[in-house]
T-cell receptor, first 113, second 114 residues
Framework: LAKTTQPISMDSYEGQEVNITCSHN???????ITWYQQFPSQGPRFIIQ???TKVTNEVASLFIPADRKSSTLSLPRVSLSDTAVYYC??????????????FGQGTTLQVKP | GAVVSQHPSWVICKSGTSVKIECRSL??????MFWYRQFPKQSLMLMAT?????????EQGVEKDKFLINHASLTLSTLTVTSAHPEDSSFYIC??????????FGDGTRLSIL
């Protein structure tokens, strides 16, 4: 499974755009890139998933360069409630063991007023 | 859509007790479910992968006789912590996935063994 590297922590202010970059140099051809958000004492919440180029949904955008060795999660206009740990994961979407995900340490985002 | 329910949300029990945790996919059929544990201030650690109707695949270092996993249907997987001891106290989280779709996680079970 491809290992991911992301900053341990980031600070931002309300209303700003936040970009969290994740490195995954050993990403495999079948791997997708998925980002999750976790609040204390809760399970991770799916944010966005992509394979290449750009993906956008109602809460975030995911930018993936052509070589797919990194990805950037973009959160527009963050609020205090976006303070959480953000995990970047890389893995196959196949059934069974091929679909397992290995969590890294994640990025703790602190949004300040 | 893609809701995963986990029950109970927290449990406190005496050492030596066995504890069962349920994980249900409420609005989709999950061919694969995963079980994780998370210690305070740490990341999630994958314990095992379970497929409906077959034996679970455990990660290295996870005792399969200690953590019994059953995935009897496409919407339900259970994790039983047998003869639990204080060191088994942790936050247990399940996830479920349809083929070729992202994993969706339950809200976790806080297990405290006295």
């Amino acid at each position: 499974l491809a290992k991911t590297t992301q900053p341990i922590s980031m600070d931002s202010y309300e209303g700003q755009e936040v970009n969290i970059t994740c490195s995954h140099n050993n990403i495999a051809t079948n791997d997708y890139i998925t980002w999750y958000q976790q609040f204390p004492s809760q399970g991770p919440r799916f944010i966005i998933q992509g394979y290449k180029t750009k993906v956008t949904n109602e809460v975030a955008s995911l930018f993936i360069p052509a070589d797919r060795k990194s990805s950037t999660l973009s959160l527009p206009r963050v609020s205090l409630s976006d303070t959480a740990v953000y995990y970047c994961l890389v893995g196959d979407r196949g059934s069974g063991n091929t679909g397992k995900l290995i969590f890294g340490q994640g990025t703790t985002l602190q949004v300040k007023p | 859509g893609a809701v995963v329910s986990q029950h109970p949300s927290w449990v406190i029990c005496k050492s030596g007790t066995s504890v069962k945790i349920e994980c249900r996919s409420l609005d989709f059929q999950a061919t694969t479910m995963f079980w994780y544990r998370q210690f305070p201030k740490q990341s999630l650690m994958l314990m095992a992968t379970s497929n409906e109707g077959s034996k679970a695949t455990y990660e290295q270092g996870v005792e399969k006789d200690k953590f019994l996993i059953n995935h009897a249907s496409l919407t339900l997987s259970t994790l039983t912590v047998t003869s639990a001891h204080p060191e088994d106290s942790s936050f247990y989280i399940c996830s479920a996935a349809e083929p070729h779709q992202p994993q969706h996680f339950g809200d976790g079970t806080r297990l405290s063994i006295l």
